[in-house]
């Protein structure tokens, strides 16, 4: 089969012929129709975290997919062949850019009906970590008050329909043609930051999604209420300046879980939540994919197409 893989450390990832892989008792093999980038797997391949992903090479790319069910392992029950699923990989184990992933049982999530498998591929990471994000750690509720930084990103596009399903008043930031996007998502106010100071405009909010870092981050504990929270996606939060502003901070980490996967499905079923694609491309371009993902410029979602 067909897999994207890397070599090393801060390498190109190539597209190569492997073994499909052999599963276990509790597996099922999932011949990949599609699968998605995510600003993890730059992060993985620069090597700036293996001191908390460690890779072992060769290393077959992504951690997001859909497809349909090939063969059930012996002691898997509730699954069949031809079966659609949605699954989240465990992103050290990667391989989900490939012909064929081998895909723990509990990671399955039924792919909704009607729904394609590129548009399927793009929620596991970014749905499941804007879902974490909003409701499992920042308790978002009826009435309050979300800033979502970068909404017409991967997180920040789903993040603002979670939230303004959930009753919430959403102010996202966003540029360019992401403006209108973030708007068409559902924020109630959308700040342009390369023409105005967020920090200048805005306080007593309840919660600050954080999907950039840097200074960024760090004039967000200035907007935020006393008591209210920043979640921060991409680094741990300076825990001097959340003593200093009164606030909690959080790193967020996602880690893949088939519950909550369901839950996410199942909202986002329910309340219309649309999966923002920037791109979608065959395989054979993956290299293509990687430089607009690398970029930091995706509107939404890269999908790379398998079979």
Request: hydrophobic fraction near 45%.
């Amino acid at each position: 089969m067909k897999a994207v893989r890397l070599d090393d450390y801060n390498t190109a990832p190539v597209i190569r012929d492997i073994a499909t892989p052999e599963i276990g008792p509790e597996d099922v093999l999932v011949r990949v129709g599609a699968a998605a980038l995510n600003p993890l797997d730059i992060k993985l391949q620069s090597g700036v975290l293996q001191g908390y992903f460690p890779l072992e090479f060769r290393y077959t790319v992504g951690s997001d997919l859909a497809g349909m069910i090939e063969e059930v392992g012996a002691n898997v029950s509730g699954w069949h062949k031809g079966d659609k699923v949605i699954a989240r990989l465990d992103p050290v184990a990667g391989g989900a850019l490939a012909g064929f992933a081998c895909v723990p049982a509990n990671y399955l999530v039924k792919v909704p009906e009607d729904m394609p498998l590129e548009v399927a591929a793009g929620i596991p990471t970014a749905a499941g970590t804007a879902w974490q994000a909003l409701f499992e750690l920042g308790g978002l509720g009826v009435g309050q008050t979300v800033l979502i930084h970068a909404g017409a990103g991967g997180v920040g596009s789903f993040a603002i329909q979670f939230a303004r399903a959930s009753g919430a008043r959403v102010i996202a930031t966003a540029s360019g043609d992401g403006i209108a996007i973030a708007q068409t998502l559902g924020a109630d106010q959308v700040i342009d930051y390369r023409h105005a100071d967020f920090a200048e405009m805005l306080s007593d909010i309840d919660l600050v999604i954080d999907t950039i870092g840097g200074e960024t981050q760090q004039k967000s504990f200035g907007v935020l209420r006393s008591g209210g929270r920043l979640l921060s996606l991409v680094a741990p939060p300076d825990e001097a300046l959340a003593h200093a502003h009164n606030v909690n901070a959080q790193f967020v980490f996602h880690m893949s879980d088939g519950d909550r996967l369901a839950r996410v499905v199942s909202a986002m079923t329910e309340n219309n939540v649309r999966v923002l694609i920037d791109r979608t491309v065959p395989l054979d371009q993956f290299a293509d994919a990687f430089a607009r993902q690398s970029s930091g410029r995706a509107r939404g979602k890269i999908i790379a197409t398998v079979v």
